[in-house]
């Protein structure tokens, strides 16, 4: 008689929940999961490369820093299955999701702080900046209803009186997901013209 040669079949991974495209915005944090059964390991890949740190947990969350551009990309996750003895045995491996990093608002030239006008001369102001979706001009806490470019980078009062002087400020909207961004404050001084209240009467004398 032979001795008795004993079968172990090893079962293979298999991706039961696969992972789903991902949209943040610069500076966010990034976290992508899914799941398997059978699974001995995991590991994630961006752009068929293995992500590390932190790539070989069930859950990817970038650790360390928040989202750049560089992280943008095809992302899958691969389920490790366990070994058959010394044989390693086939993983499995889900299907491509797209991982997008959307670029956040930079402001490179903010508003003038302080701006002093003589009443009845024109107020400008304005912001650069850039991924910006919308612009909201604001006069103290309140959006802007007089004057004109109030949706734009650029406003201004053509003909300030007394009553235009205030703190204004620009509310921007950026791409989905990033976040709204209010610029710095521009205070606004008008100075009132003199005004003759009592004119010179007439004389007569001898």
């Known amino acids: 008689y032979s001795t008795n040669d004993t079968l172990e079949v ?7 929940t696969p992972p789903t495209a991902f949209q943040v ?3 966010q944090s990034i976290s992508i999961t899914g ?3 059978n699974v001995a390991s995991y590991q994630w890949l961006r752009n068929g490369v293995a992500i590390s740190p932190n790539g070989n947990v069930q859950t990817y969350t970038k650790g ?3 989202a750049t ?7 899958r996750l691969v389920a490790l299955s366990n070994p058959a003895g010394a044989t390693t045995c ?3 491996t889900s299907v491509a ?4 990093v959307v670029r956040k608002i ?14 009845n001369s024109a107020f400008n102001t304005s912001i650069v900046a850039q991924n910006v979706t919308g612009y909201q001009w604001r006069k103290g806490a309140s959006n802007v209803s007089t004057g004109t470019g109030g949706t734009t980078a650029n406003y201004s009062i053509a003909s300030t009186q007394p009553a235009d002087a205030d703190v204004y400020s620009v509310v921007m909207t950026g791409n989905t997901p990033c976040p709204s961004v209010t610029s710095t404050n521009n205070t606004l001084a008008v100075t009132t013209l003199a005004a003759i209240t009592t004119p010179p009467a007439a004389f007569q004398v001898c």
Not at 69 to 75: F, K
Request: proline share 5%; aromatic share 4%.
């Open 106 to 119: 930079q402001i490179t030239t903010q508003p003038l702080a302080n701006t002093f006008v003589c009443q």
């Open 69 to 75: 551009m560089s992280d943008s990309g095809m992302y």
């Open 35 to 37: 799941a398997a059964s």
């Open 90 to 92: 086939k993983a499995d």
């Open 10 to 16: 090893t079962t293979l991974a298999v991706i039961t």
């Open 25 to 27: 915005c610069e500076d």
């Open 97 to 100: 999701v797209l991982g997008a």
């Open 64 to 66: 360390g820093n928040p």
